[in-house]
């Protein structure tokens, strides 16, 4: 603040100085001790401790381009960056996808401010529950809080199984995460050697994970791109000596009985007046460019500006598996849970061009005919960051600081 009065002190010029407060006002904001400048544009605030988004739908908007205030990290700068979502590294030479930020049609999304979350978070135990998207959505939070946390010694991570475990020491908190890609037990659960052809579900039995994760303050699930083969095999017993086996090829059904194993379970174990859920909806891939005007059988490859038009739906998101989290989640609600669906959906229907595609580390390395032909091994499912994920934690931010 002291350079600020200095500067404005010897600026002379009335013009100059009233064009220099209009500068600083629309942009410029202090945090921490005041000698670290961070820029904002319109369409972001720092709001009140007591602010209430109460009537605000935060999942209504658009995508606004903005190389002034994004991104909010650097992919080079994240000490927690997984080379999965690595795209810069791993050869991605546009990065105009880093430079869309979201904006809500009817409000403002709260600017982030990572002391303000450890802050809240101090004493607390995060864990996000999932698959390789619920990690994805873990590392982008883990990245926008690394430079709020100056020592390196006072944030490690340690992998242990299928939990790896962040802790910001000087808060005394931890952001975890769970690898648990069914939310059943499954033949799927190894966190490293999980691809597996013939998926097999536990489809009652969700201890074994539980049990890690049962004393959080705040817990955050996903589960949905797992769900999406053909026909999987359920089973009652143990995978050794099963009591009945049947193969399910009605997505719904199957993830309607899981989704029931892990409702019913939190009923029984949970401390309803502890712990806060939230539930991330379906995370939507852009497989069939032919959804979006392209040729079929072209996908992300290549693509380098979201989708424009309004209300765009791609025809692989199944909106009966949204319906059914969604009921799944009313139903906890009704009973006390202290529980929030984020419909992160739409808002990344339009971000085609924000997938790694190519640009990422492939743990299988792609066959010759796939070298030859880029289209057949492109990722789009997951996310670049920075990136889409960063906006689902924006909101998750705003939850965690103004409604806990």
Known sequence: MEKLQKLLHGYHSSVGFML?????????????????????????????????????????????YDNKSRPLYKEKQCSFMADDYSCEKFGRKDFEYQFWRWQPHACDLPRFNGTALLEKLRNKRVVFVGDSLGKNHWVSLLCLIDSWITEPSHKVAEWHGSLITFRASEY?????????????????????????????MKIESIEKHAKNWVDADILVFDSYTWWLEPNMTLLWGSFENPNRTSIESGRVRRYEMALKTWSNWLD????????????????????EGGDWGKAMGENCFNETEPIMEQGYWGKGSDTDLMRT??????DLEK?????????????????????PS???????????????????????????????????NEILYSYIRYKI
């Open 20 to 64: 220099l407060m209009g500068v600083i006002i629309g942009v410029v904001y202090f945090c921490g001790g005041g000698n670290n400048l961070r820029f904002e544009v319109i369409g972001e605030a720092e709001m009140a401790e007591d602010y209430s988004f109460e009537g605000c739908d935060f999942f209504n908007g658009s995508w606004v």
């Open 172 to 200: 005394n908190a931890s952001i975890d995460f769970y690898w648990e890609p069914l939310l059943v037990e499954s033949n799927c659960d190894d966190p490293v050697k999980h691809r597996v052809h013939d998926r097999i």
């Open 268 to 287: 029984a174990h949970l401390n309803r007046s502890k712990t806060r859920i939230f539930f991330i909806s379906l995370s939507p891939d852009h497989k």
């Open 325 to 330: 989290a969604q009921s799944v989640v009313q």
């Open 335 to 355: 009973k006390g849970f202290n529980i929030q669906l984020l419909n992160i959906t739409q808002l990344a229907q339009y971000r085609k061009d924000a997938h």
């Open 358 to 392: 190519l640009y990422k580390r492939h743990w299988v390395p792609p066959t010759e005919q796939e070298l030859a032909h880029p289209l057949w091994y492109a990722d789009c499912v997951h996310w670049c960051l920075p990136g889409v994920p960063d906006v689902w």
